[in-house]
């Protein structure tokens, strides 16, 4: 994003984030944190691992361990595979330059220290208005396109109605067939343990 479009996604003054890129050493106070915290959090999985990159090259081993020596945690997603009877929840992303979209299962970034299962149920229900509870763990792998270390869980649809609770990083939500879903996702994109768990046909 340009300057001026980040501000506005943040809700700060352009001025403010001027001053980042004048001054990239400068630690922001805790409220301010706090709001980038929350955007990295909200972001899709392509731009957090497009910044992953960005920062990497600057990372050497030393830099990646902590002051108690511990190593730094990847950058891990938890993905939800929410289930109701026939259908499963599907989310359309918008793509990064305001063009073009993508239909994906809800996901979110993965903190140091919570649990994946937390993330899958909190981010479907901050994206879709949807309640869900996991069933079971499908596995994980590295993502095919992000990188990004991706944990997959099935979940169960409990309650709510399901609709775009995020406007600026989706298009649409919608309930989708099972045997439908490979007409949203292509089947060589879909982690196998899905498909099995679906009973979809590749």
């Given at each position: 994003m340009s300057n001026e479009a980040f501000a506005r996604h943040l809700g700060v003054a352009v001025r403010t984030v001027a001053s980042w890129h004048a001054k990239p050493d400068v630690k922001p106070r805790q409220e301010m944190q706090?709001?980038?915290?929350?955007?990295?959090?909200r972001a899709s999985s392509s731009a957090k691992a497009r910044f992953k990159r960005l920062i990497e090259p600057e990372t050497d081993e030393a830099a990646r361990?902590?002051?108690s020596?511990?190593?730094?945690q990847a950058l891990r997603v938890a993905i939800a595979v929410v289930v109701d009877g026939s259908q499963v929840l599907m989310v359309c992303r918008r793509g990064e330059d305001g063009g073009g979209i993508s239909w994906q299962f809800p996901a979110g970034m993965v903190k140091p220290g919570v649990a994946p299962e937390a993330v899958?149920?909190?981010?479907t229900l901050a994206e879709t208005g949807v309640h869900c509870a996991i069933v079971c763990k499908?596995?994980?792998r590295l993502h095919p396109i992000t990188h990004v270390q991706a944990e997959y869980l099935l979940c169960e649809y409990l309650t709510g109605e399901a609709r775009n609770m995020d406007v600026l990083e989706n298009v649409n939500v919608a309930w989708v067939e099972k045997a439908e879903l490979t007409r949203f996702i292509p089947a060589d994109r879909i982690f196998p343990p899905i498909l099995e768990?679906?009973?979809v046909s590749e």
């Open positions: 706090d709001l980038l915290d929350t955007a990295f959090d361990s902590d002051a020596g511990e190593q730094a899958a149920i909190r981010e499908l596995g994980s768990a679906l009973e």
